[in-house]
């Protein structure tokens, strides 16, 4: 039920921040502030050719910070304790090279056995910026990109039951042992200066499992940074709080008076 | 235009999310059984036969799986602690014994569901004194989730 109520206030979070603010200008001009040519003003006129804005000096630098999504996930989940920290840093005009490096323990013994898993993840990847904005000093942008994950566990259960009601329940376990998995993201979100160089950012994650090795014996319940083990696919939420460390902007322009 | 898109483009994918990542497995008990049929052996062809006053139990173990049923086909739970089930089958009155000799396999189902043994017949030990003429394995896996015969037991 929390998963679906989440789901709603994210939709509805979506919603406010894009219908929310208003990229564009008043009706009848362009960004610049020129006069634009509306479709019904003269039968038969030809439109004028939407002019193609350049992408601005955006501020540059490199930011370090931490998903703050992941220190509410003993809120929803009890058996469960996340952390990750992501450093961003430019690597042309618009692109972005990235990576995160996480940890996510898992213990539970509520259901027909125990299972214990200790992990460390990390993702690298590249973000692209698609928001052209022609405003002095906006420094946001709605990113769409990529990244390779991998994650090294130990797992295992110290106590399995399998219920038997004629000969009577069985009980086995499985010593811990080590398996990597390794997926591919595509991701899409929103990243916006909030104060100067701090930087709020969130990401919808797409999560394709590559390949994940030593499952014969006992599938992963969780993969560290990606979720439910038996899943080909799974979606994912981040909510990150960055401070960027600014470099390479000497030749930005000054905002205007 | 692309605020539209991508704000579209992420309803869909958490309609995707909340579809994809539904955690309420449904889970078949964890104990496995071998299907049994009765058949005539008076017949050169395999007709199935439904028996009344069946009585099957183990010894050694309080609880009767069948007490004067009217069945077809039974299914006898397989032990998990032992490489032999053995279960008296009692029609009428009349009695014979028969022996399951298996191996085990432990596997995991899922996160929800946990594990079960997938269980393989090797071979099935029998007396044919009274009821049972004899014995067949028919499919010897007994796999979780599967709803196959595995065991044809012919009848005088």
Sequence with gaps: MLKYIFTSILFLAIGFSSFGQDYTQPSGQNRNGNNQQRPEDEEGTPRQKKEKLPYPNKKRGTSFGVDITQFFVPVFDDDRIVAEANIRTNFKKRMFLTGSL????ISFDDK???YDSDGVFARVGIDYDIFIVDEPDNNDNILIG??????????????ITIEDGYWGNYETSIDNYSLNSHWVELVAGLRSE???NLYFSWFIRVKGKIHSNNTEVLEPYRIPGYGKGANAINLGFSYNVAYQIPWGNKNRKAPTP | MRIRILFFSLIFIAVVYACTSDDSDFCLSNQQSVQSGFYSSSYSTDRDTTVSDVVIYSTGIDSITYDTATVSKTFLPLSMHNDTSEYIIEINKLKDTVSFVHTKELNFVSGECGFIFTFELDTIL??????????A?????IVYGENIENVKIYLY
């Design chain 1, 102 to 105: 996480g940890y996510e323990k």
């Design chain 1, 112 to 114: 027909s056995y125990h």
């Design chain 2, 137 to 141: 394995i028919d499919y010897p896996s």
């Design chain 2, 126 to 135: 029998y007396s044919d004194n009274q009821i049972i003429d004899s014995v």
């Design chain 1, 146 to 159: 990529l990244r390779y994950g991998m994650a090294i566990q130990d797992h295992g259960s110290d106590l």
């Design chain 1, 194 to 196: 909030v104060l100067k």
